[in-house]
RNA sequence: GGAGAGAUGGGUGAGUGGCUGAAACCAGCAGUUUGCUAAACUGCCGUACCCGUAAGGGUACCGAGGGUUCGAAUCCCUCUCUCUCCGCCA
């Protein structure tokens, strides 16, 4: 969520963000923001007033009944009527207008930092970098979901019967080589100085907005409703609010913490065309990197993330690229987004398998995660990536290194795995 | 799931209608002093919003929401959570 003084401060800034980021209907909202913001601070001044007079009364009344004035006392009572009833007025219209200005601020996405290219769309990304060399496939190369039936190492169709689309069944060397990969991942994010932990997997309403699923991605996320709790779309969640309404004190950070957890994604209306196998799932593996870093620190860590994650991909041997996300096809609560993505040898294609972003104070501001300086308390800035989801990395790395004697394994994983090929 | 008890500031914990934004103690911060890796003493020590250039002032918050009252941490209602006992169970 943006920050009302901030807005009021920098509305040129804001509006020129808002544009970048192709919101729609920009100059119109900020106006309403600020109209609204006027009022309800004008509404609370009067609230706040009148308040004061009903207390200085309320003491008074208490002072003559205390010395015996009976009857002063009564007289100064029938005086508080009309304060009572206009504090409750101007109570209700502040609370409305405090909501009001609450559900117009939240349509807001964050504003993107200046090094965000113009764009409206994934061809608008920059490649910031491409690294690792594509493998030539023979002509009898086959795409991950074939060679998933071929070697009997994943199985959608047993999945589609116990839950439905989207939901594989990993088997034999195809559930090790999963289990390999989160404990690797977790194995690197300890050496790397992140504090590994495993929070719930369903998430309550306040977590939801705290991070900024909700209330405009309600649609995306699994919900049991008997419980009124959300299955985590990512790790992302549940570990980010774990700071939630905390002020961290400064010789705890910088928090980096890592986690393993699957992820729910109902992907309402996407899919389509390049959506086969591995390439979008519901329910998914994913270890995350969650870091809460002092303002001034939060984009030289946005590198080491980056850095970080382009380590693991090498180390797996797989030829990526690192895209800067163009202000059209960034996320709603980034204020830069780097994706990494892995080129796919058999299907030809770059598949994302990592994102990286810096939220600065978005979430910060809607969890309430704060820190003190100099005696005052300030907004943190939070930020993630996947580090790393394993599908689409176990899709290039099954047709990557296909061979007519079997899949290799990267070298890195066989420890892991205790196999080095699946045949 | 059934029965009972409870929820106060970083922690322990007092407070049952006005003198309480909240005692006391511990932790923390600043300083004074003592010749010794510590003690004693003094002061400070919650958050948010609003007004103000500032100094400063106002308002709200004692699990959450509502109510009674001139006035609520304190009384009433609803909800949430925690603990204890019983039941069930990985």
Same mark, same amino acid.
Request: hydrophobic residues 35%; negative net charge.
């Given at each position: 969520m943006l920050q009302l003084p901030f807005i009021r401060e920098n509305k040129e800034l804001t509006l020129a963000g808002l544009k970048k980021k192709r919101v729609a209907n920009a100059d119109e909202a900020v106006e309403q923001v600020l109209t609204l913001d006027q009022q309800r601070r004008d509404t609370q001044k009067e609230l706040d007033d009148v308040l004061a007079q009903s207390n200085a009364k309320a003491k008074e009344i208490g002072a003559l009944m205390k010395s015996g004035q009976k009857e002063a006392a009564e007289a100064a009572k029938a005086e508080t009527a009309e304060l009572k009833s206009r504090s409750k007025e101007l109570e209700e219209s502040l609370k409305a207008l405090e909501q009001q200005v609450m559900d117009v601020l939240v349509t807001l996405p964050n504003l993107p930092h200046s090094s965000v290219p113009e764009g409206r769309? $994934?061809?608008?990304?920059?490649?910031v970098l491409e690294n690792g060399d594509k493998p030539v496939l023979g002509d009898d190369a086959l795409p991950h979901w074939d060679l998933i039936k071929k070697y009997n190492i994943i199985d959608f169709e047993l999945g589609i019967k116990i839950t439905?689309?989207?939901?594989p069944v990993y088997k034999g060397k195809g559930a090790r080589i999963q289990r390999a990969l989160i404990n690797f991942f977790l194995d690197k994010a300890l050496e790397a100085g992140y504090l590994e932990v495993q929070p719930p997997i369903l998430i309550n309403k306040d977590s939801g907005f705290g991070t900024g699923q909700l209330p405009d991605k309600e649609g995306q996320m699994y919900f049991a409703t008997a419980d009124e709790l959300y299955l985590i779309p990512t790790a992302e969640v549940p570990i980010t609010n774990l700071y939630r309404d905390v002020i961290v004190?400064?010789?705890?950070?910088?928090v980096k913490n890592v986690g393993y957890t699957p992820c729910f994604r109902?992907? $309402?209306?996407?899919?389509?065309?390049?959506?086969?196998g591995l390439n979008r799932l519901h329910q998914f593996d994913k270890v995350e990197i969650v870091q809460i870093r002092k303002p001034e620190e939060s984009y030289q860590a946005l590198e080491e993330m980056s850095l970080y994650v382009q380590g693991l991909l090498q180390e797996l041997e797989l030829p990526y690229r690192v895209l800067r996300l163009c202000g059209g096809d960034?996320?709603?609560?980034?204020?830069l987004t780097y994706d990494m993505e892995v080129w796919s040898a058999a299907q030809q294609r770059w598949l994302e398998v990592s994102s990286v972003s810096n939220f600065e104070t978005y979430q910060a501001n809607r969890l309430k995660l704060r820190y003190k300086v100099e005696g005052k308390t300030q907004l943190l800035h939070t930020l993630n990536g996947s580090a790393l989801a394993l599908p689409r990395i176990l899709a290039s790395i099954l047709e990557n290194n296909q061979t007519p004697e079997g899949i290799r394994i990267p070298k890195v994983l066989v420890p892991y795995c205790g196999f080095e090929v699946i045949n």
């Open positions: 769309s $994934a061809e608008d990304n920059e490649v439905g689309a989207g939901f004190s400064e010789d705890q950070l910088p109902r992907e $309402a209306g996407s899919w389509g065309a390049h959506v086969r960034m996320g709603f609560t980034s204020a």
